[in-house]
């Protein structure tokens, strides 16, 4: 019998796996104490003395689509399951075998909910052990780490039963909720006696009798070994690394092939990710692995490259279907492919909430947009300005406080400190959340002025929307943060000005025939991108034309942006073709420069697996240099930041929650645990700047001056290695011919010398 590959694969490392625990002494001592114990009662007894959880058995719901959802999430009071989350339930359910589910519908839809409903089906079906869920970011991994938490809370299981959960990015111990389940999981591996009960271990470790519990359990930790835990929310990153060549490929491939895995975000995978996302899903179809996609603005050549990459050799049988899988025009749509199967796809009803956004031409002027947002608000509201580089959130901020004061104008943007990111974060949510959980929500005129961080999972909501342009997909995420929840009968609550949702799109010259982005953001994004977005919108740009239709023209708008035969406005021809050459070489080199890492197609049943990671990247992981591998851009720096005091002595930065702030950091010894992790809470990754290699050298070498010694101790393992950043009493420092100053308001901000 020839052994296919995903067999061979599989084998390996469950041999591998098999090693590192029989190479432990702890379970296997070379001398054990009962020499007479046969080989039986020494595996018997070391299996108690690891004392892995058991795999998850999911079992299929019973109970009806409403009921499954009250069970599982914690729904507002009078909310019922939406159209779209009852047609996925319906297809995981009825799909001929287990295979991909893709789901397309609008922001705030409930896609989430959807797909860890339709992953316990699918899990049920396939005997997958485990969900992993893939994200864009780490940041959107932390807010989705407690939501897959409580979800996991709420399951079925068996009583004590124990579930072994990650979060699976570089700074998951930093995390509160992570950090809880890291604690309940420490204990000593040790043989356990074989007169001895197996008993479960509770937080601390040690023995008694415990309910069921979430835990990182202790020997699934490392580079390794922590993807094979059962549950796990984390960066796409490390979904990526099972489609690039390197060490431990194999367990890799066995961290997900036990699980259903979802995919958030699809949408916001370039074409260098995407190279290496399309070869795993065609091992994940190799492997009967049940994914599920999600995205609320998915073009359809994307769609089709999805279902076609999962369905690998089997796609070349059912052409027509493929081709209706991209000619599908209904939205929101649901998308199945089962091993062997044509694509199945399904069209549910929108769920009836529906809004209309009024698009209006901005001059790219930072006192017309002070003097506009002074009119607009004359009589309170709260407005989002949205910049697609930080250098314009900054210099926006500045006039803008000017105008309003300091208090009516927050800033936020990705170079932040950690802590303080994360702090943004929850008091945007405190202040612009949804209706009941914003019990702070500002009574007089407010302005968060921010980068593309606001289009990211946060759950906020806003009276009026001023946006730079972007490509249209990412446009309409941000204008799911327009209006985003009724606030009053005819939304009567809102200042009465701003009770129509508008947005006006500013960041281009709108003068000539052609418009024209600004520079910062032709650099973020293409100038082929950003006039197709501009093309499509012309519609609601002119005079008396009509809004955007949330959620009915999502789908329509994204096509026409990204269809290969997309019309062209009169008087644009020239110009867009010159942006689309540059746009296809620069995918094109993308997608090259991908390949050469990529693992290679499943082969042929038989084949050895000798040499399939040859040429490869060596180790694969989630620090700065792992993400480089799966993701295209110029290397970025990370550094932790701290402070030296006026008495010349290092501390953590002063401004950070009590307990946390000014603690000292000696330079001749190791920090105590406490300080060195509230330092190590403050990374900061530096901005573009640094990303040029000669820039980048120079800054490396210049942070490296400063490396206390006693700091690179396993006694100090949360700042060894690290490079780290040293502010003045002022929070300023030079770094590699810039001056940086950095404060809790406005983040980093980085000027020459």
């Given at each position: 019998m020839k052994?296919?590959?995903p067999?061979q694969?599989?084998?390996s490392?469950l ?5 590192w625990?029989?190479?432990?002494p702890?379970l296997f ?11 039986e009662?020494?595996v018997a007894?070391a ?8 795999r998850?058995r999911?079992?299929e719901?019973?109970e ?9 999430f ?6 019922e399951?939406?159209?779209?989350q009852e047609a996925a339930?319906g297809l995981a ?10 789901i ?9 909910e959807?797909a860890l ?10 005997g997958?052990?485990?969900?992993f869920?893939?994200l864009p970011?780490?940041?959107?991994g932390?807010?989705?780490?407690p939501?897959l ?6 399951l079925?299981?068996e009583?004590?039963?124990r579930l ?13 909720d992570?950090?809880?389940?890291l ?10 006696g ?5 008993r479960?271990v509770?937080?601390g470790g040690?023995?008694?009798v415990?309910s069921?519990e979430?835990?990182?359990?202790s ?7 922590a993807?094979?835990?059962?549950f796990?929310a984390?960066?796409?990153?490390q979904?990526?690394f099972?489609g690039l060549?390197?060490r431990h490929l194999?367990l890799?491939h ?11 975000e699809?949408?916001?995978?370039d074409?260098?990710m995407?190279t290496y996302?399309d070869?795993v899903?065609?091992?994940?179809g ?10 609320a ?11 076609e990459?999962?369905?690998?050799e089997?796609?070349?049988g059912?052409?027509e ?6 000619a599908?025009e209904?939205?929101p749509?649901?998308t199945a492919v089962?091993p ?10 929108a ?10 031409r901005l001059?790219?002027?930072?006192g017309?947009?002070?003097d506009?947002l002074?009119?607009e608000?004359v ?5 989002l300005?949205v910049r697609?580089?930080v250098?314009r959130v900054?210099?926006t ?7 309003f004061?300091?208090g009516?104008?927050t800033v936020?943007?990705?170079?932040f400190?950690?802590v303080?990111?994360a702090a943004k ?10 209706p ?9 005129r407010?302005?968060?002025?921010a ?5 990211q999972s946060?759950?906020?909501?806003f009276?009026?929307?001023v946006s730079?342009?972007c490509?249209?997909?990412l ?8 209006h ?5 009968d005819g939304?009567?609550?809102?200042p009465?000005?701003?009770r129509?949702?508008?947005?006006l799109l500013t ?6 025939e052609?418009p024209?982005p600004v520079?910062g ?9 950003l006039?197709r977005?501009?093309a499509?919108?012309?519609d609601h740009?002119?005079?008396d034309?009509?809004?955007?239709r949330l959620p009915?023209d999502i789908?329509l ?7 290969r035969d997309s019309?062209?406005?009169?008087g ?5 073709a ?5 746009y296809?070489?620069f995918?094109?080199?993308q997608?090259e ?8 197609p499943v082969?042929?049943p038989g084949?050895s697996l000798?040499g399939?990671v040859s040429?490869?990247v ?5 620090t700065?240099?792992g993400r480089?591998?799966?993701r295209d851009?110029r290397?970025?720096l990370?550094?932790i930041v ?5 008495d010349?002595?290092?501390?953590t930065?002063?401004w950070i929650?009590?307990g946390k702030?000014?603690?000292e ?5 190791a920090p105590?645990?406490?300080?060195a992790k509230?330092a ?5 990754r530096?901005?573009y700047?640094?990303?040029f290699?000669e ?7 210049e942070l490296?001056q400063?490396c206390p010694?006693a700091?690179q101790?396993?006694e100090s393992?949360w700042l060894a290695?690290?490079l ?8 300023q420092?030079p770094?590699a ?8 308001v406005?983040?980093?901000e980085?000027t020459?010398?």
């Amino acid at each position: 019998m020839k052994l296919p590959q995903p067999v061979q694969v599989l084998l390996s490392a469950l041999v591998i796996v098999a090693d590192w625990i029989a190479s432990n002494p702890d379970l296997f001592p070379y001398f054990p104490q009962a020499a007479h114990q046969r080989g039986e009662e020494r595996v018997a007894a070391a299996w108690r003395g690891l004392q892995l959880p058991p795999r998850w058995r999911a079992a299929e719901p019973v109970e009806g689509i409403p009921e499954l959802f009250a069970s599982r999430f914690d729904l507002p009071s009078g909310a019922e399951v939406r159209p779209v989350q009852e047609a996925a339930v319906g297809l995981a359910r009825t799909m001929p075998e287990p295979g991909l589910l893709v789901i397309e519908a609008p922001m705030g839809e409930g896609k989430t909910e959807a797909a860890l409903a339709a992953a316990e089906i699918l899990a049920a079906r396939s005997g997958a052990g485990g969900v992993f869920f893939a994200l864009p970011t780490m940041a959107t991994g932390n807010a989705m780490f407690p939501r897959l938490l409580d979800w996991l809370e709420r399951l079925p299981t068996e009583d004590g039963a124990r579930l072994s959960v990650l979060l699976a990015h570089s700074k998951a111990a930093l995390n509160e909720d992570f950090a809880d389940l890291l604690r309940a999981g420490t204990q000593q591996i040790a043989a356990v006696g074989l007169d001895e009960e197996d008993r479960p271990v509770r937080p601390g470790g040690e023995g008694s009798v415990a309910s069921a519990e979430l835990v990182a359990h202790s020997w699934l930790r490392g580079r390794k070994k922590a993807m094979l835990s059962s549950f796990v929310a984390g960066t796409v990153d490390q979904l990526l690394f099972a489609g690039l060549k390197s060490r431990h490929l194999a367990l890799r491939h066995l961290a997900v092939a036990g699980k259903v895995v979802i995919i958030d975000e699809a949408h916001a995978y370039d074409t260098y990710m995407s190279t290496y996302l399309d070869r795993v899903l065609s091992w994940l179809g190799a492997y009967g692995v049940p994914v599920v996609v999600l995205s609320a603005t998915l073009p359809a050549s994307r769609r089709r490259q999805l279902a076609e990459a999962y369905a690998g050799e089997s796609a070349d049988g059912c052409a027509e279907g493929f081709a209706a899988v991209e000619a599908a025009e209904a939205y929101p749509l649901l998308t199945a492919v089962a091993p062997g199967s044509a694509p199945m796809l399904e069209a549910p009803p929108a769920s009836g909430r529906s809004s209309g956004v009024h698009l209006e031409r901005l001059e790219d002027d930072l006192g017309v947009l002070a003097d506009r947002l002074e009119a607009e608000l004359v009589d309170g509201g709260c407005a989002l300005v949205v910049r697609n580089t930080v250098q314009r959130v900054l210099e926006t901020a500045r006039v803008l406080r000017d105008r309003f004061g300091e208090g009516a104008v927050t800033v936020a943007h990705s170079c932040f400190i950690d802590v303080d990111r994360a702090a943004k974060d929850a008091a945007l949510l405190s202040r612009f959340g949804p209706p009941g959980k914003a019990k702070d929500r500002p009574t007089q005129r407010h302005i968060v002025v921010a980068s593309q961080v606001a289009e990211q999972s946060l759950d906020v909501d806003f009276d009026l929307l001023v946006s730079d342009l972007c490509p249209v997909d990412l446009l309409l995420q941000r204008m799911g943060r327009l209006h985003r929840h009724q606030r009053g009968d005819g939304q009567a609550e809102r200042p009465s000005r701003l009770r129509t949702a508008r947005c006006l799109l500013t960041g281009v010259d709108w003068a000539g025939e052609v418009p024209v982005p600004v520079r910062g953001s032709v650099a973020v994004y293409g100038e082929y991108p950003l006039l197709r977005s501009a093309a499509v919108l012309l519609d609601h740009l002119e005079g008396d034309a009509p809004p955007v239709r949330l959620p009915q023209d999502i789908s329509l708008l994204v096509q026409g942006a990204y269809a290969r035969d997309s019309a062209v406005p009169a008087g644009w021809a020239e110009a867009m073709a010159r942006a689309r050459q540059r746009y296809e070489d620069f995918r094109g080199d993308q997608a090259e420069r991908a390949a050469v890492f990529r693992l290679d197609p499943v082969g042929r049943p038989g084949r050895s697996l000798v040499g399939w990671v040859s040429s490869g990247v060596g180790d694969a992981d989630d620090t700065r240099a792992g993400r480089a591998q799966v993701r295209d851009g110029r290397e970025s720096l990370e550094v932790i930041v701290v402070q030296r005091r006026a008495d010349g002595a290092l501390a953590t930065v002063g401004w950070i929650e009590p307990g946390k702030a000014g603690l000292e950091l000696p330079e001749d010894r190791a920090p105590d645990a406490r300080a060195a992790k509230a330092a190590a809470a403050c990374g900061l990754r530096l901005p573009y700047q640094f990303s040029f290699p000669e820039v980048l050298d120079r800054a490396i070498a210049e942070l490296e001056q400063f490396c206390p010694q006693a700091w690179q101790s396993k006694e100090s393992h949360w700042l060894a290695g690290e490079l780290i950043l040293v502010l003045d009493a002022d929070c300023q420092t030079p770094l590699a011919g810039f001056q940086l100053r950095y404060s809790d308001v406005d983040g980093l901000e980085v000027t020459r010398d």
